[in-house]
């Protein structure tokens, strides 16, 4: 719905709140998301003031997109990589196609508009010179095409006339427009003063001295965060206060706080703020599902973790991919562990070691549950809880 200038202080709150959610789903928002930027447009300075006094994230707002600009992802994150639309992480080789693809677009003397011939020719060149191969086959030109498609997804090209995809695999011609406006945002830092890839992902020195925002930060970045992860400074503040914290993920973010002995997430009652639902459809996330239940079922400790040798892993997984062979189809355990066990990182559930899986306390939240039916009419009377229910 597309918001109103002269609605309640109510209103106006629950709409902050919706473009800030947005906003954390979709850190850069253009014309694909035209609700949710509208929404942020016309609560641009209370967004700017909240980010930056919460979160220390500076937000960008312009007449056609607008960018929050997040901070380094902190140490003990999960690892989330980018992900084609049939969900496979990208590859390293992917992350090159798609730097050279920002780098080829910028080109001085380059238009609105670009065709795609023409661009991958640029992507060539420029790998050519730092010594990066970039060939002709058809695995190359789809991995050309998946580096197109994130930009595309970003917001920062359209297919104007024809497809990317067409191009991939079949060479027909595409003409791509570029959003000059946000190409320069692409990135959430300069790379000026850098020395070597790993600067950019050094630790906020701005964090260093703020518990808070700090703590904030990876409560709202992070499925899980683990008490063991933070600092002492994190620790105090999330004991004394939690009341404080509760109201502030509530009250900007609509995000709820559940604090237990192993650790703290910022539960998202809609469900709709995470990049990675769980569980969720999808075959691998029904695996991991089951891997979980099944792990837990049979190697469940008086507290602490659950750590299974991987021996047992490929075991359960050999169980499962029999029992729903029906379902799954003839996919093999091997291929299905390294996906799954990425998938239980990504979300904070598992951490692996060279002879082990290691699942947090929480996957136990996880855990199937016998499903049983209600109780009957006399079973409620006996109970009597049926007197309570008649007026």
């Known amino acids: 719905m597309i918001p109103s200038a002269t609605g309640t202080d109510s209103q106006a709150s629950r709409d902050r709140r919706a473009a800030a959610r947005a906003l954390l789903a979709h850190p850069m928002l253009t014309a694909a998301h035209s609700e949710d930027l509208a929404l942020v447009r016309l609560h641009a300075p209370a967004l700017r003031s909240m980010f930056k006094s919460t979160l220390d994230y500076h937000l960008v707002v312009e007449s056609t997109f607008a960018r929050l600009v997040k901070g380094p992802v902190s140490a003990d994150a999960p690892p989330r990589p980018a992900r084609r639309p049939d969900s496979?992480?990208?590859?390293?080789?992917?992350?090159?196609?798609?730097?050279l693809l920002c780098a080829a677009l910028l080109v001085p003397g380059t238009g609105e508009q670009i065709l795609i011939s023409a661009l991958i020719e640029q992507v060539r060149s420029d790998a050519a010179t730092i010594g990066v191969p970039v060939g002709d086959t058809l695995p190359e030109r789809r991995a050309l095409v998946t580096a197109i498609g994130q930009l595309i997804t970003w917001g920062v090209l359209t297919e104007t006339d024809g497809t990317a995809g067409g191009w991939g695999e079949r060479r027909d011609e595409a003409l791509l427009t570029i959003h000059r406006a946000v190409l320069p945002h692409v990135l959430a830092r300069s790379l000026s003063g850098f020395d070597h890839a790993d600067d950019l992902l050094a630790p906020d020195p701005g964090l260093a001295d703020q518990p808070r925002r700090s703590l904030r930060r990876k409560l709202i970045e992070n499925?899980?965060?683990?008490?063991?992860?933070l600092t002492d400074g994190e620790r105090d503040v999330l004991s004394r206060e939690r009341s404080e914290l509760t109201r502030v993920l509530a009250e900007n973010f609509g995000l709820a706080l559940e604090v237990r002995s192993e650790g703290a997430l910022a539960y998202d009652l809609g469900g709709d703020v995470t990049d990675v639902a769980f569980p969720g459809n999808g075959r691998m996330k029904q695996v991991a599902l089951l891997l979980v239940g099944e792990l837990i079922e049979r190697w469940t400790a008086a507290a602490g973790p659950v750590v299974v040798p991987w021996e047992q892993v490929d075991v359960v997984l050999t169980e499962l991919t029999a029992r729903h062979a029906r379902i799954w189809g003839d996919e093999q355990p091997a291929n299905l562990r390294a996906?799954?066990?990425?998938?239980l990182g990504e979300v904070g559930l598992a951490r692996?070691?060279?002879?082990?899986?290691?699942?947090?306390p929480a996957a136990a939240r996880y855990r199937p549950r016998p499903r049983t039916a209600p109780p009957t009419r006399a079973a409620r009377r006996l109970a009597g809880q049926l007197e309570l229910e008649i007026p």
Do not use: K, Q
């Open 88 to 99: 496979i992480a990208f590859t390293p080789a992917t992350y090159a196609l798609l730097s």
């Open 223 to 229: 499925p899980l965060v683990r008490r063991e992860d």
């Open 339 to 343: 996906d799954v066990v990425a998938l």
């Open 352 to 360: 692996t070691t060279e002879t082990e899986l290691v699942l947090h």
